[in-house]
């Protein structure tokens, strides 16, 4: 069945050092990987995008590779700062109109 | 900052009540979406539009209906609430070439 994995088990850093997090995907052939942001009780926010044929895309701190042959996305925020504690998702378009979400990795930066 | 509003934020209702969730945006989207999240779990497509009087189901079955009789605005129904319709749901919208999605705070739904 397709499948979007991310960690499930929170991941705890210590303030200014980089977080890196994982998206692996099985059964799917999508013409591009997003990373969105989600706080509690709120709705996702848009952060990145990374197309089939790209292999890294960059934004101030973040930093997101795409390899389609693992099938596989890491999310690298550097220089990490408590206010980047929130869920990470990962989202596949796989065609037509659908977006398809993973269910997200918890980021703890302690100060 | 997207331009999505989702009413109520939060709903308390007992079971078998008829409920309507608000979902508007000012953004001239083409695409609406409506998606279920539980604590900790991925989001669930149940609902999506592709513009005015256009409506399909989701990959989640879901006892919800929607309506699309307005580009901005795209209202989730469910019938007879139960409390297996407790979660979160998320209303978002893209354009119609768009490629990122802009979602709305959320509604917060618990049937007792």
């Known amino acids: 069945s397709q499948k979007i994995e991310q960690n499930s088990e929170a991941l705890n850093i210590q303030e200014g050092k980089t977080a890196t997090l994982t998206c692996n995907y099985t059964?799917?052939?999508?013409?591009?990987l997003q990373w969105y942001r989600q706080d509690p009780g709120r709705g996702p926010v848009f952060l990145l995008l990374?197309?089939?044929?790209?292999k890294e895309k960059r934004k101030e701190r973040l930093k997101v590779t795409f390899d389609t042959t693992l099938k596989q996305s890491l999310f690298h925020i550097t220089a990490s700062q408590p206010a980047d504690s929130a869920t990470y998702l990962c989202?596949?378009?796989?065609?037509?109109?659908?977006?398809?979400f993973g269910a997200g990795t918890r980021l703890f930066v302690k100060a | 900052e997207a331009d999505i509003y989702q009413t109520p934020r939060y709903l308390v209702i007992g079971t078998g009540k008829k409920i309507t969730l608000e979902c508007s945006q000012t953004?001239?989207?083409?695409?609406m979406y409506w998606y279920q999240q539980d604590p900790g779990m991925e989001l669930h497509l149940i609902h999506y539009?592709?513009?005015?009087?256009?409506?399909e189901k989701g990959d989640l079955s879901s006892e919800s209906t929607v309506s699309r009789i307005r580009t901005e605005h795209f209202p989730l129904t469910l019938e007879s609430a139960r409390p297996s319709h407790t979660s979160q749901y998320l209303c978002a919208s893209m354009e119609f070439t768009g490629e990122k999605l802009f979602f709305g705070s959320g509604t917060q739904l618990s049937v007792l």
């Open positions: 989202a596949l378009h796989t065609g037509g109109f659908k977006t398809i």
């Open positions: 990374i197309r089939e044929n790209e």
């Open positions: 059964n799917y052939s999508p013409a591009y």
């Open positions: 539009s592709y513009g005015v009087n256009s409506t």
């Open positions: 953004m001239g989207h083409d695409k």
